[in-house]
T-cell receptor, first 115, second 111 residues
Framework: EPEVTQTPSHQVTQMGQEVILRCVPISNHLYFYWYRQILGQKVEFLVSFYNNEISEKSEIFDDQFSVERPDGSNFTLKIRSTKLEDSAMYFC?????????????FGPGTRLLVL | SQQGEEDPQALSIQEGENATMNCSYK?????LQWYRQNSGRGLVHLIL?????REKHSGRLRVTLDTSKKSSSLLITASRAADTASYFC???????????FGKGTKLTVNP
């Protein structure tokens, strides 16, 4: 069964460094998402992406974040200058369409630790 | 807000018993989904029920939806230790593609 994959599974970085989290969505899906989950807290929406553009973003997704689909398969989340509070699990998801409540398929996540 | 609130926050049962989790929401919806998250892992889609449906089954899962009460329930029958996870509901509303998750119900199934 097709699945969303993410790399790396774990990333440790120093505060102020840039990190790039990578995702390979399911191949025929057109909509891509990033969510994050700080330890012990809710899963929070960050951004959705369609047709090479951001379609929706949350207040969390400020100027230090950016997303890109550099080729036909990868979808990346870049954090330009990491802060301690960026430590979290980051989940990528994809869906065939963006109809309300359309099933989103999640990857296993990247655990980011900022020291 | 289209966020769902799950209840109870935690549930501990013995293997073989049934587990019931509830979800309440505040706005009108087109559908509602349930997801499962094993500790530290990604979310797995379980089932989607549309606003014109009242009940839906998938294997050992049974979901009900009462749009007049703005509530849904997820029943897991004959639970197994492998069902131990957190369960989340995600109401879907027209015009928004993001999923909004609550705190979930943490289910523990004891062998």
């Amino acid at each position: 069964e097709p699945e969303v994959t993410q790399t790396p599974s774990h990333q440790v970085t120093q505060m102020g460094q840039e990190v790039i989290l990578r995702c390979v969505p399911i191949s025929n899906h057109l909509y891509f998402y990033w969510y994050r989950q700080i330890l012990g807290q809710k899963v929070e929406f960050l951004v959705s992406f369609y047709n090479n553009e951001i379609s929706e973003k949350s207040e969390i997704f400020d100027d230090q974040f950016s997303v890109e689909r550099p080729d036909g398969s990868n979808f990346t989340l870049k954090i330009r200058s990491t802060k301690l509070e960026d430590s979290a699990m980051y989940f990528c998801a994809s869906s065939e369409t963006a109809r309300a409540g359309e099933t989103q398929y999640f990857g296993p996540g990247t655990r980011l630790l900022v020291l | 807000s289209q966020q769902g609130e799950e209840d109870p926050q935690a549930l501990s049962i013995q293997e073989g018993e049934n587990a019931t989790m509830n979800c309440s929401y505040k706005t009108s919806i087109n559908n509602l989904q349930w997801y499962r998250q094993n500790s530290g892992r990604g979310l797995v889609h379980l089932i989607l029920i549309r606003s014109n449906e009242r009940e839906k089954h998938s294997g050992r899962l049974r979901v009900t939806l009462d749009t007049s009460k703005k509530s849904s329930s997820l029943l897991i029958t004959a639970s197994r230790a492998a069902d131990t996870a957190s369960y989340f509901c995600a109401p879907g509303r027209g015009g928004s593609e993001k999923l909004v998750f609550g705190k979930g119900t943490k289910l523990t199934v004891n062998p």
